[in-house]
């Protein structure tokens, strides 16, 4: 069982920069594909941002690409999500996710392992 955990979160101002990071508790965590997923109160949980393992190959939703970028840290199972210029509409609770391929995956059906969120709020 992989347990992730994410932190990062936090008030900001737009225009405001946060960075979020994920870890996974269990050490042997390797060779999975991860994304980050974002659900804002009242609507469906959305996809964010993903990445391959070993983590060549990325993939954005178009409502954050060229704002947020997405990375595997060099300790196995870690990962972060850069937020840049952010606005109010990426207020959300965001989720890390894990799952046992290695491509990039967008959809949230295909992952296995979730974290129990961290709040971002951003006031204008």
């Known amino acids: 069982q992989v347990h992730l955990v994410e932190s990062g979160g936090g008030l900001v101002q737009a225009g405001d920069s946060l960075r979020l990071f994920c870890a996974a508790s269990n050490p042997t965590f390797s060779r999975y594909a991860m994304g980050w997923f974002r659900q804002a109160p009242g609507k469906e949980r959305e996809f964010v941002a993903a990445v391959s393992w070993p983590g060549i190959s990325t993939r954005y939703a178009d409502s954050v690409k060229g704002r947020f970028t997405i990375s595997r840290g060099s300790a196995k199972g870690t990962m972060y999500l850069q937020m840049n210029s952010l606005k109010p509409e990426d207020t959300a609770v965001y989720y890390c996710?894990?799952?046992?391929?290695?491509?990039?995956?967008?959809?949230?059906?295909?992952?296995?392992?979730w974290g129990q969120g961290t709040q971002v709020t951003v006031s204008s």
């Open positions: 996710a894990a799952a046992h391929v290695q491509g990039v995956v967008a959809d949230s059906r295909e992952y296995d392992y």
